[in-house]
């Protein structure tokens, strides 16, 4: 079993949907909670970052930490074409390793 | 700023020979790790330099990789007598000392 379990997808949404993406976990030491989008052929960005349960809000993107349930979701408010990407989902204990998930590719049509 | 560069951004080469990836990280950051992204899986982990600590090698796939990053900055990770299962995209990301990490835009590494 992996450490972090997320839906490969592909996810199609229309554009204007609210888009929610789920990864679980086995590992109860995680401590701190990272989503990141992945352009085509481009790295890695960070778009949320959290460390304890609850919610974050930044603009259209909230995360979501549930320790108790070991499930993390990231919720996109108003999803446009350009949100279009593959979203992977990263946690880590400390400042050691981060651990991924397999990413989902999330595809909002105009 | 400045973000983590990579070079070079695409890399075809033959099986059984050596590659070189280099990684320069965003000035100022203690930390510098490697990861590798193989098409349909998730980022796997390969090392981490932390200052002047060793380094945590537990990711890498087998002696044939090595790193190394001198003077604290920039770092190359090295493949020997490559594989055509080496091919993937090798991703650097380097982080501050209380913050997460910030990705380059990694090498496409091809073995033919």
């Known amino acids: 079993q992996k450490e972090v379990e997320q839906d490969p997808g592909p996810l199609s949404v229309p554009e204007g949907a609210i888009v929610s993406l789920n990864c679980t976990y086995s590992?109860?030491?995680?401590?701190?909670f990272m989503w990141y989008r992945q352009y085509s052929r481009k790295g890695p960005e960070l778009l949320m970052y959290t460390y304890s349960s609850g919610n974050k809000e930044d603009g259209r993107f909230t995360a979501q930490v549930d320790k108790s349930s070991k499930y993390i979701s990231l919720f996109i408010r108003d999803s446009q074409p350009s949100d279009s990407a593959t979203y992977l989902c990263?946690?880590?204990?400390?400042?050691?390793?981060?651990?991924f998930g397999t990413g989902t590719r999330l595809l909002v049509s105009p | 700023g400045a973000g983590v560069s990579q070079s070079p951004s695409n890399k075809v080469t033959e099986k059984g020979k050596d590659v070189e990836l280099r990684c320069d990280p965003i000035?100022?950051?203690?930390?510098l790790y490697w990861y590798r992204q193989s098409l349909g899986q998730g980022l796997e982990f390969l090392i981490y330099f932390q200052g002047n600590s060793a380094p945590d090698k537990s990711g890498l796939p087998s002696d044939r990789f090595s790193a190394e990053r001198t003077g604290g900055s920039v770092s190359t990770l090295t493949i020997q007598r490559t594989q055509q299962e080496d091919s993937a995209v090798y991703l650097c990301?380097?982080?501050?000392?209380?913050?997460?990490?910030?990705f380059g835009p990694g090498t496409r590494l091809t073995v033919l």
């Open positions: 990263a946690m880590r204990k400390g400042f050691q390793k981060l651990v």
């Open positions: 590992n109860s030491a995680f401590q701190y």
């Open positions: 990301a380097s982080r501050p000392s209380t913050d997460t990490q910030y």
């Open positions: 000035s100022g950051h203690t930390a």
